[in-house]
C-alpha cells in the first residue's frame, strides 16, 4: 500500500501559500517529513488526517480517497498531533477505554479491556497503567498518544513533531516504538529534527515555504551532495569574512571555535578539507536555496 499525494495545494486567508503545488508518493515504513518551523507539516498532517481542506489536488492511500472519502479515512487513521491537549486527571487505563469506546474499538467491554491492556503493555506504559496520565512525563504521554493513535490498526498513523521537548533518553523509547509500529503500516512523522529522520525513516522529503526541495531515502540526500562539502575550523573574524565570499552552508562552534561548512564544486580555500555530507548538511542547503527563490 502506498500514499500517493498530488499537486496538493493549500492557500490561507491572509496570502500564506503553507502547501505549493506538493507531489509526492509514501509508501509502507517510515516516512520523515523534515522542515522548519512553518514550512507546512502540520498544514499538511492536518488534510491527510482530513481535520481541513487543500484548495486543490488529491492524496489516495491504496483505492481510498483520502480528500473525499473523511469517514473512512477516520476508520484507519491513527492520529498523534503536535498538541495532544488536556491530560485529565484519570488514569491511562481509563482514558485510553474511553477513547476505544468513541472510536467504536472492540465488540463489547471484555474485548476492549484487552485491547487496552495490550497497548498500554506495547508502549511500555502497563505498569504505570492506573497513574493519572497528567502526571506523566514528556515522553511517557508521547507513548500514550502512540497508544491511542494506534486503537483500530490504523494503516496510516500520523505523528506530527512528537519528539520536541522529550530527553535523550525519551526519544529512544520513542524511537524504538516507532520503528516497530512502521514495519506493517504507512507511518508519516513530521519532524524538524534531522536525527528523527535520520534514525528512524527509510523514506523522506524536506519541504520548506510550502515546497517539495527533496524526496528520496537519507542516503541518496547525503550522497546527492558528495564532494561538495568542505569543512574548516577557523577564527570568528575568519567566520564573517568567509560568509561573504563563500556558500557557508552552517556553522558549529566546536570547543567554542566555529566550524564551517561550505559547499563548493572545488576546494573554497586554504584550509579546507572534503567531508562525507550529512543530512543536516541538505537539509541547510536545501533551505538555503530556496529562501533565495522567490
Ligand atoms: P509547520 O507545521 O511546518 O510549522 P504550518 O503548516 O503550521 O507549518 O504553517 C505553514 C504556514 O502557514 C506558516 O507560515 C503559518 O504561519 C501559516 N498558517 C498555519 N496555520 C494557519 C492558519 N490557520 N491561518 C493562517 N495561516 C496559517
Not at 491492556?117 to 511517557?140: D, F, I
Request: with cysteine; charged share 20%.
Amino acid at each position: 500500500m502506498e500514499l500517493v499525494i498530488q499537486n496538493l495545494s493549500k492557500t490561507y486567508a491572509g496570502g500564506v501559500k503553507a502547501l505549493d503545488n506538493i507531489s509526492m508518493t509514501i509508501p509502507t515504513g517510515m516516512f520523515g517529513l523534515l522542515g522548519p518551523n512553518g514550512a507546512g507539516k502540520s498544514t499538511l498532517m492536518r488534510t491527510l488526517a482530513t481535520l481541513q481542506n487543500a484548495d486543490s489536488g488529491s492524496a489516495v492511500l491504496g483505492d481510498l480517497d483520502i480528500l473525499n472519502q473523511k469517514t473512512k479515512v477516520r476508520e484507519i487513521l491513527g492520529y498523534l498531533p503536535q498538541e495532544f491537549g488536556v491530560y485529565p486527571r484519570t488514569s491511562a487505563t481509563t482514558l485510553l477505554t474511553h477513547l476505544a469506546t468513541l472510536k467504536g474499538v472492540g465488540e463489547n467491554a471484555s474485548q476492549r479491556r484487552e485491547i487496552v491492556s495490550g497497548l498500554l503493555q506495547r508502549v511500555n506504559l502497563y505498569e504505570v497503567r492506573s497513574k493519572a496520565v497528567a502526571t506523566y512525563s514528556g515522553g511517557m504521554r508521547q507513548r500514550f498518544g502512540i497508544a491511542q493513535a494506534l486503537l483500530g490498526d490504523p494503516k496510516l498513523l500520523i505523528v506530527d513533531e512528537p519528539t520536541a521537548g522529550l530527553d535523550p533518553g525519551e526519544r529512544n523509547r520513542f524511537y524504538n516504538l516507532l520503528s516497530e509500529v512502521g514495519e506493517s503500516v504507512v507511518v508519516i512523522l513530521s519532524t524538524h529534527i534531522v536525527e528523527d529522520v535520520k534514525e528512524l525513516c527509510t523514506n523522506m522529503s524536506i519541504i520548506h515555504r510550502g515546497r517539495l526541495l527533496f524526496a528520496g531515502s537519507p542516503s541518496q540526500a547525503e550522497t546527492s551532495l558528495a564532494g561538495r562539502i568542505w569543512a574548516k575550523s577557523m577564527s570568528k573574524d575568519e567566520l564573517k569574512k568567509c560568509q561573504q565570499e563563500m556558500d557557508v552552508i552552517s556553522n558549529k562552534l566546536i570547543e567554542g571555535r566555529p566550524m564551517v561548512r561550505v559547499y563548493s564544486d572545488s576546494r573554497p580555500g586554504e584550509g579546507f578539507s572534503p567531508i562525507d555530507p550529512n543530512l543536516e548538511d541538505i537539509f541547510f542547503y536545501q533551505i538555503k536555496r530556496n529562501s533565495n527563490v522567490a
